[in-house]
């Protein structure tokens, strides 16, 4: 039986300033924190994505940063740092921007991930992908926050993965390996001592 974590975040209004968040997840996957490892993945995917610009690279970054900070952006404090990209709203139709991303678990530590979207067309509007970008990854977080308020260990790893994504550094020659990158991550995070060897 296929044991993964499948996602559609859908954008909606004229100024794409809503997420619709589809989260589906099996039961028994064979890691302690699979959100953890899905969101490392999901976001180091973006940032190495051709389409993101330099400057929404740098923004999502410092912002990422901020660490357990976050939690105000996502409560809407009087004192949050920036006001969240996009509100959540309940998944309805299907859009016409989208992203779609999978992580599959092969048995034992190995995986598959793979991230796909619509409506960005290879002329499309890059300020569109930013925000969208942007949007996707603040909202995963807000889904996340939302589903492990009653969780102060998984709330910890979140925060502790975001901000080691904000100081993620890759190679200079461009060269990278993801899967290795968000495994360090999330292994940092999470400190799941299982997956400290092998993971593929």
């Known amino acids: 039986m296929a044991q993964d ?11 794409l300033d809503r997420l619709g968040i589809v989260y589906y997840k099996t039961p028994k996957i064979p890691v302690k924190c699979p959100d953890i490892l899905f969101f490392s993945l999901y976001v180091l995917k973006l940032f190495t994505s051709k389409k993101l610009s330099p400057s929404a690279l ?3 970054r ?3 940063s901020l660490g357990e ?8 404090g009087q004192d949050r740092p920036f006001d969240a990209p996009m509100a959540l709203r309940e998944y309805s139709i299907i859009t016409k921007s989208v992203f779609r991303s999978q ?13 796909g979207s619509s409506g960005f067309g290879f002329f499309g509007n890059r300020k569109h992908f ?10 995963l977080m807000e ?13 910890t790893a979140l925060f502790a993965a975001a901000v080691l994504l904000g100081k993620a550094e890759f ?3 461009g060269g990278h390996s993801l899967p290795d990158m968000a495994r360090k991550i999330y292994l940092s995070a999470t400190e799941d001592i299982r997956f400290e060897t092998g993971f593929q």
């Open 5 to 15: 974590i499948r996602v559609e975040l859908h954008f909606y209004g004229k100024k």
């Open 58 to 60: 740098a923004r999502i």
């Open 62 to 64: 410092q912002r990422l």
């Open 69 to 76: 900070d976050l939690k105000k952006v996502f409560e809407r």
């Open 103 to 115: 992580i599959l678990f092969r048995g034992g530590d190995k995986f598959s991930f793979i991230l």
């Open 130 to 139: 930013d925000h969208c970008a942007e949007g996707s990854i603040f909202g």
């Open 143 to 155: 889904k996340f926050y939302q589903m492990f308020k009653e969780d102060p260990a998984m709330l």
């Open 171 to 173: 190679n200079a020659d």
